[in-house]
């Protein structure tokens, strides 16, 4: 009676073996993953572009805001943001392109690079887009507006062109750094 007992345990998984086996699904064929760039994408007036995910501090909504006399006019106010002071910079009137009025799409960019912590107002932000890189191209397409200066590539995807608009670079440039009158 105990080599019975023995057994049936083994003849259970077994069994157990043989259903598994009967209903397994074979492996799943060999996908090739693409790679991807990520970006946080946004509209300036009519102008689309997409910032580095990696440049991106956090983006807010548009705060009340304190006025700050002898700025430029591109030159917003300050917010105070969790206790720090955030200087909020309109990036169209300071890159000279028309937009729409403040509205409740209306979003702030935070950039935090080299010293500079900044609140870049745009006109509303799109969300996070992942490129692929097939949709890259080698050479940035024609544009005659001051977003030039700061664009590092672009994507063309659905005979949409999105541009790589750097704020690293922005947060560098000596005009952008001198807010002042």
């Known amino acids: 009676m105990a080599s019975v007992t023995r057994l049936q345990p083994l003849a259970v998984l077994r069994e157990i073996e043989q259903r598994a086996k009967r209903h397994a699904r074979g492996l799943p064929l060999k996908v090739e993953v693409k790679k991807t760039w990520p970006g946080v994408a946004f509209r300036i007036g009519d102008t689309y572009l997409v910032a580095p995910l990696d440049e991106v501090h956090e983006v807010l909504t548009y705060p ?7 700025a430029k006019s591109w030159v917003k106010g300050v917010a105070n943001i969790r206790g720090s002071l955030l200087p909020i910079i309109h990036l169209p009137a300071y890159l000279g392109i028309h937009s729409d009025p403040p509205s409740r799409r209306t979003r ?5 690079h080299g010293g500079v ?33 700061y664009l590092v590539g672009a994507y063309l995807r659905d005979g949409q062109y999105w541009r790589v608009y750097s704020t690293h670079r922005l947060a560098q440039n000596p005009l952008f750094l001198q807010a002042a009158v």
């Open 64 to 70: 009340r805001l304190t006025a700050v006399p002898g």
């Open 117 to 149: 912590y900044a609140g870049l107002m745009v006109d509303e932000v799109l969300g996070i887009k992942h490129f692929d890189e097939d949709e890259r191209l080698n050479e940035l397409p024609a544009t005659a507006d001051s977003t030039h200066p």
């Open 108 to 112: 702030l960019l935070v950039v935090q």
